[in-house]
């Protein structure tokens, strides 16, 4: 097996070295010190600001979720509510509509990872029964008091995100007396929470979340200042893609064609210790993270 693949879990490979960072999602282990992992994003909703209604259909989710898989995606992040600011909460139900097909059949048909981007422990539980391998909850296990219990019930690695009030009201002028103090602090209480509700310490990853509760000074002094956050001692996640920043910095471009601008955040992310990008455009992203993690790797860091 070469460097850069995936190692089955519980060969003799994946057996911890002083210097690998393992990460165990499904029937996959990682190894965080050889190369950044790229998680590819499937939003099955008509309204997602970046690619809303593209991949509303079970078939088109599906072959998008397989192509990624080919252009090199580590792990497929299916999520059913959009969290774009102002979005409009959906119940459960709809939710559910929305990507358990999907799951089911992805994972039929590919074993990299899936995680469920969602914030409803009901939808989390049946998202794992379907097949997925990972939750990812932008409320930081907050927006259901039932999500980390859950999450430990099923042992799966669990993406802890740091927001700043709601979708529906996070855009409303954010403040912050020390921006990366409150979010470290507010990272370790649910940190806390998840370690006493039974999830294991090496299932957890960390998110500042850009774009949750941030201005485009914000975004951009956590990119700076991402070293500060993996400090922490966890796995770091960090989902720059497409988002208004960008936007706003490349003269209003909208979220189809801000995939320069994205690579240039991916890039950031790397060198300031990401371990885990979140991004639209995989096959460009890949290559961008091989060319980042090439730097990093001479810089001397993990
Ligand atoms: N960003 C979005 C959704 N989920 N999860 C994590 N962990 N980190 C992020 O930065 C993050 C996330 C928003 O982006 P997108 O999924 O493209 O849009 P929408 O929420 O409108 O579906």
């Given at each position: 097996m070469h460097k850069g693949q995936p190692l089955p879990f519980s060969t003799p490979q994946s057996v911890t070295t002083s210097s690998s960072r393992l990460l165990a999602i499904g029937r996959r282990t990682y190894d965080l010190s050889e190369r950044t992992l790229v998680m590819g994003i499937i939003n099955a909703t008509p309204d997602s600001f970046s690619d809303g209604g593209l991949f509303h259909s079970r078939q088109a989710a599906v072959a998008r979720g397989l192509e990624m898989v080919d252009e090199g995606a580590d792990i497929i992040d299916i999520g059913g509510e959009s969290t774009r600011p102002g979005a409009?909460?959906?119940?459960?139900?709809?939710?559910?509509?929305?990507?358990?097909?999907?799951?089911?059949?992805?994972?039929?048909?590919?074993?990299?990872?899936?995680?469920?981007?969602?914030?409803?422990?009901?939808?989390?539980?049946?998202?794992?029964?379907?097949?997925?391998?990972?939750?990812?909850?932008?409320?930081?296990?907050?927006?259901?008091?039932?999500?980390?219990?859950?999450?430990?019930?099923?042992?799966?690695?669990?993406?802890?995100?740091?927001?700043?009030?709601?979708?529906?009201?996070?855009?409303?002028?954010?403040?912050?007396?020390?921006?990366?103090?409150?979010?470290?602090?507010?990272?370790?209480?649910?940190?806390?929470?998840?370690?006493?509700?039974?999830?294991?310490?090496?299932?957890?990853?960390?998110?500042?979340?850009?774009?949750?509760?941030?201005?485009?000074?914000?975004?951009?002094?956590?990119?700076?200042?991402?070293?500060?956050?993996?400090?922490?001692?966890?796995?770091?996640?960090?989902?720059p893609s497409r988002k208004s920043f960008i936007g706003t910095l490349t003269g209003g471009l909208p979220p189809d064609q801000r995939v320069e601008g994205t690579a240039a955040a991916v890039t950031a992310c790397i060198l300031n210790g990401a371990d885990i990008v979140r991004v639209h455009d995989v096959r460009a992203m890949v290559r961008v993270a091989r060319v980042a993690d090439a730097i990093r790797r001479v810089r001397g860091e993990e």
């Open positions: 409009d909460a959906i119940s459960a139900d709809e939710e559910l509509e929305r990507v358990i097909p999907v799951i089911e059949q992805l994972t039929r048909l590919t074993d990299v990872p899936v995680s469920i981007d969602t914030s409803k422990a009901v939808v989390a539980d049946e998202a794992i029964k379907a097949g997925a391998a990972m939750i990812n909850d932008v409320t930081g296990l907050r927006g259901d008091a039932g999500m980390a219990v859950l999450a430990a019930r099923h042992d799966v690695p669990v993406v802890i995100m740091h927001i700043k009030g709601t979708p529906r009201d996070m855009q409303h002028a954010p403040r912050y007396d020390s921006l990366i103090k409150e979010i470290c602090t507010w990272l370790r209480e649910s940190v806390e929470l998840a370690l006493a509700a039974g999830v294991r310490q090496k299932s957890i990853i960390l998110d500042p979340g850009i774009g949750f509760g941030k201005t485009l000074e914000h975004n951009l002094e956590i990119l700076a200042r991402l070293g500060e956050i993996r400090a922490l001692g966890y796995p770091l996640l960090v989902g």
